[in-house]
């Protein structure tokens, strides 16, 4: 799907304010409010709006403690990466999972109640055989920056 000037100031406006009105959003990208909010349906049934929703500052809520973990599988099949998924998918506490290519199989970030009961986590894995090799643990001692990409990135 092309994306044209309107359609990224449209997704900019929504990604900072979700709960904006019709007719202030038109009014932002200067168009009349139908057109304006067809091409928000359009956005929508593309999948590049996927939902609306508050930001929340989960540490005010919840205290957790971050650990990022690099994790290495023993063996390579497609039946030992789908096994781990599965035990990652079905973790509440990893919040965060990528696989990457390199010396380690995935990144995983953890949000645990104290330091113990990451490791209770991690031991309890080690324990149940999903295949894990090695990990390493990084505690979060600070977050730098945490943002989504801009959307003007999508016009390139």
């Known amino acids: 799907m092309k994306l ?4 990224l100031k449209i997704l900019e406006i929504l990604a900072e304010d979700g709960r904006i009105t019709k007719s202030r959003l038109a009014e932002a990208i200067n168009l009349s409010v139908s057109p304006c909010w067809e ?3 359009r956005l929508e049934k593309a999948g590049i709006i996927e939902g609306y929703g508050a930001r929340l ?10 650990v990022w973990v690099q994790i290495e599988l023993k063996s390579h099949h497609a039946g030992d990466f789908q096994r781990f998924e599965a035990e990652v998918m079905a973790t509440p506490e990893v919040t965060e999972c990528v696989a990457v290519g390199g010396g380690v199989d995935y990144l995983i970030k953890v949000e645990a109640e104290t330091i113990d009961a990451y490791q209770r986590l991690i031991d309890g894995w080690l324990m149940s055989e999903i295949g894990i090799q090695r990990y390493f643990t990084y505690i979060v001692t600070k977050t730098v920056k945490h943002t989504a990409p801009p959307i003007e990135l999508a016009s390139d």
């Open 4 to 7: 044209d000037r309107y359609d």
């Open 39 to 41: 091409r928000v349906r």
């Open 57 to 66: 500052n989960a540490r005010m809520a919840v205290r957790r403690t971050p």
